[in-house]
């Protein structure tokens, strides 16, 4: 199985999450590729940093992988700005450090880390300078429109107001401009719809990909098993972006997985201390819901084919990553390894599931 989308935070922000740690639980759950995403401490948005956190993080691959006797591999992604030069240089060390680097990614609006691409302008100058650069990798983002957020109707005492204040809208618009500009630029790689998670939006890349966009999308647990009517159940722990959306939207999600129209399971495994999620703080913890999804799937008589696709095979094709075999974690085991998965975090996002 592979994870391309997970937080593995580390450094200064080891009590969220390491790569360490991450890895060994990821690993329980059979998950043997881990993608790890640039909003760390430092920033992966040079090929230093990079290379020393790809160096890092094999390190602690290798270590686990004698221990499992199971292949593991670590991977990352390297941020983009708006500076050409940073995005010539980013490139240049996609091609350095390739398939370490699996790929790049923008944030077309602020999330966790403060790597926000906000200023349409900004989004289409990272397509064009990628276009004139003769990038063909994947290019990974972050879609919520800046101008249709309201943060100020975010009330902490009312947890669901987070899903009001990053509104579906923002995701469609956000989605539909990131396809306008492949269009615009000329864009030769692979545009990918992180964490879709709005019918509106899925809507959008199944167009585009039926007039020839080079456009994928993925989906997590908590987009695909949760609503926003779950969020007051759990004070702010509950609380990522993009939010929990309506149950429209989730089932939306869900048949998307079942129907092929999204391309693979990511987990967006984002911990937090309980310190910072009371503080306001974005981000869950994301493998067990990688694993209840996965038996969700197949309570609704998902093809077995079309699973290893989702987990395994249609990444392993467009990152350009042999990840073998290709296996997909039984119901069995997924029911023996949850509680242990539960237990290695401070919460759990998904404990009303079983």
């Keep these: 199985m592979i994870d391309v989308h997970v937080h593995f935070r580390d450094g200064s922000q080891s009590a969220k999450e390491t790569i360490l740690h991450g890895m060994q639980i990821g690993a329980l759950c ?9 909003n760390c401490d430092p920033p992966l948005i040079d090929g230093h ?5 790809i160096e890092l993080g094999q390190k602690y691959a290798d270590r686990i992988s004698k221990q499992i006797g199971h292949p593991l591999f670590y991977g990352v992604y390297g941020g983009v700005t708006a500076e050409p030069m940073q995005l010539e240089h980013i ?9 370490g680097m699996v790929a790049l990614k923008m944030f077309a609006g602020h999330s966790t880390g403060n790597m926000g691409l906000v200023d349409p302008a900004d989004q289409r100058n990272v397509f064009d300078n990628l276009a004139l650069s003769g990038y063909e990798g994947v290019l990974a983002v972050h ?28 995701e469609l618009v956000s989605v539909t401009e990131q396809v306008e500009h492949v ?14 998670s709005t019918q509106g939006a899925l809507e959008v890349v199944r167009q585009a990909k039926q007039s020839g966009v080079e456009i ?16 007051g159940q759990n004070w702010n722990l509950l609380k990522m972006n993009p939010p929990l959306r309506s149950h429209t939207d989730r089932d939306a999600i869900f048949q998307g997985l079942l129907d092929g129209d999204i391309d693979w ?18 981000g869950i913890p994301g493998f067990a819901g990688t694993l209840l999804l996965i038996k969700a799937l197949r309570d609704h008589h998902i093809d077995d084919k079309r699973l290893v696709a989702l987990c395994q095979k249609r990444a392993a094709t467009v990152f350009h990553i042999d990840i073998q075999p290709e296996h997909v974690v039984s119901d069995k085991e997924i029911t023996e390894l949850l509680p242990l998965i539960r237990a290695s975090y401070p919460w759990d996002p998904f404990e009303f599931i079983r």
Excluded at 91 to 99: E, I
Excluded at 216 to 231: I, N
């Design 30 to 38: 059979g998950i043997r590729a881990f993608f790890d995403m640039p």
């Design 49 to 53: 940093a990079i290379k020393e956190r």
């Design 91 to 99: 490139v240049q060390a996609y091609r350095t450090h390739a398939p």
């Design 143 to 170: 879609c919520e429109k800046e101008t249709l957020l309201h943060p100020e109707l975010w009330d902490p005492m009312r947890p669901w107001t987070h899903s009001i204040s990053r509104g579906s809208e923002a």
């Design 183 to 196: 269009l615009s630029s000329g864009f030769k790689g692979t545009l990918h719809i992180c964490h879709i």
């Design 216 to 231: 994928t999308c993925g989906a997590t647990a908590h987009h695909a098993l949760l609503d926003c009517s779950a969020a």
């Design 265 to 282: 399971i990511e987990s967006d495994h984002a911990p937090h201390t309980i310190p910072d999620k009371i503080a306001g703080a974005s």
